[in-house]
């Protein structure tokens, strides 16, 4: 039996904030009234990918700013360099979301999720053995966000978080909306 069951202890765990709801889950989501959708500024056109050498320096610069809560959760720190170079190679080679300038959106060229176009990776959890698709903000928050914003985003629905920009498919750390409104 290996359904995702949602158990009340779950939805306490903090690392639930890494993992969110399951797009597949969406369906019971209320609707609201549909807000004038912000189509993506990205070009896919302008992508310039991260060579191998390259996505190796990103990771190794990012690996430095890890939250040490992500350092605890990827206890395999094997797991915790592949989810970074899944980030490093969906973003272009001259864009940093993480340590980058907050004034520029940086765009998300990886894996989005089919009903809404968000920003996605597949990562094995640690102490699971399947991967599970998660939203490229939360990971992003998880992984550095400091403690006062990720505490703040914790308090948000389980979903991809917004972004202040309005480009869902803008990955900036800086750019992930705290706001609950
Ligand atoms: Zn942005």
Do not use: F, N
């Given at each position: 039996m290996s359904g995702f069951g949602q158990c009340r202890f779950c939805s306490e765990n903090p690392f639930a904030v890494l993992f969110g709801s399951k797009p597949e889950e969406k369906k019971t989501r209320v609707q609201v009234a549909p807000k004038a959708k912000t189509p993506s500024k990205r070009n896919e056109a302008n992508f310039q990918r991260r060579s191998e050498e390259e996505v190796k320096e990103?990771?190794?610069?990012?690996?430095?700013y890890v939250h040490p809560r992500a350092k605890e959760f990827f206890s395999d720190a094997k797991q915790l360099e592949e989810?970074?170079?899944?980030?490093?190679?969906?973003t272009d080679r001259n864009?940093?979301?993480?340590?980058g300038s907050d004034k520029e959106c940086v765009h998300w060229y990886g894996?989005?999720?089919k009903d809404e176009l968000q920003a996605a990776i597949r990562m094995v959890k640690p102490g699971e053995s399947s991967e599970s698709i998660t939203y490229v903000n939360r990971v992003l928050a998880f992984l550095f966000a400091t403690?006062?914003?990720f505490e703040k985003l914790m308090q948000l629905p389980k979903e991809p978080f917004r972004m202040s920009c309005g480009d869902q498919l803008c990955v900036n750390?800086?750019?992930?909306?705290?706001?609950?409104?």
């Open positions: 990103t990771v190794a610069r990012w690996e430095m989810v970074l170079s899944q980030l490093a190679k969906g864009a940093d979301p993480v340590l894996d989005v999720t403690d006062e914003s750390l800086a750019h992930i909306s705290v706001s609950t409104c």
